[in-house]
């Protein structure tokens, strides 16, 4: 599932939710998550987000994020979209399963 998590500086991280974090109540883990914000002149920014963790995988505590939800389809695409262009040929057909079909 992805998921939409709204950070406590108003910017929003979309990725795949891979599970609940044992002993962490309220935190979240996350492959490959982009974080979305606006910058000053209200353009929309997009960033890969942990792009060094080992394997993609991050943990987000609860104490970084205000609420955590299914993402829409709108931010869905959007996250395909990004990847799509972000990882380049070498991985295409793994996001192109699993994203955007």
Partial sequence: ???NIKLKDGSDLIGEFLEDVQ?????????NPIK???DHNHSMTIVMYGVFA???KVTIPKSEYVYAAEASDTAIEKYASV????VGDDDDTY???NYIN
Wanted: aromatic share 8%; net charge negative.
């Fill in 1 to 3: 599932m992805i998921v």
């Fill in 23 to 31: 002993g962490e109540e309220g935190s979240k883990c996350l492959l």
């Fill in 36 to 38: 979305v914000g606006f």
């Fill in 54 to 56: 080992k394997d993609g």
């Fill in 83 to 86: 990847l799509e262009q972000m």
């Fill in 95 to 97: 996001y192109q399963s």
